[in-house]
């Protein structure tokens, strides 16, 4: 994990500041995992409530489904649920307490 040294402009909302589209951009890309990210938005005051990784995902989702904007996919952190595998367990239970 680290801060990346770039430069951040800010907009300011009501009750939120964000960095600006080219900004987020520019992290994004240069990052190599999400903790860069958050790092560098929270070290250069960006609002707690912007820097949630769901929300960082979500943006940069928008930026590439609705503007095309090619940006890099970060793997997700925890592991996807696995249903049938979660759905055996259930039945494995069932029938042992049954």
């Given at each position: 994990?680290?801060?990346?040294?770039?430069?951040?402009?800010?907009?300011?909302?009501?009750?939120?500041?964000w960095a600006?589209?080219?900004?987020f951009?520019?992290?994004?890309?240069?990052?190599?995992?999400?903790?860069?990210?958050?790092?560098?938005f929270?070290?250069?005051?960006?609002?707690?409530?912007?820097?949630?990784?769901?929300?960082?995902?979500?943006?940069?989702?928008?930026?590439?489904?609705?503007?095309?904007i090619?940006?890099?996919?970060?793997?997700?952190?925890?592991?996807?649920?696995?249903?049938?595998?979660?759905?055996?367990?259930?039945?494995?239970?069932?029938?042992?307490?049954?």
């Amino acid at each position: 994990m680290a801060v990346l040294d770039i430069d951040i402009n800010l907009i300011e909302r009501e009750h939120d500041v964000w960095a600006d589209p080219e900004s987020f951009i520019r992290v994004w890309q240069a990052a190599s995992c999400m903790e860069d990210v958050v790092d560098t938005f929270r070290d250069n005051g960006v609002a707690k409530y912007s820097l949630r990784e769901t929300n960082l995902r979500a943006r940069a989702y928008r930026y590439r489904s609705e503007y095309g904007i090619p940006l890099k996919r970060f793997p997700p952190r925890y592991r996807r649920t696995d249903w049938a595998e979660l759905r055996e367990l259930a039945r494995s239970l069932n029938e042992k307490y049954a």
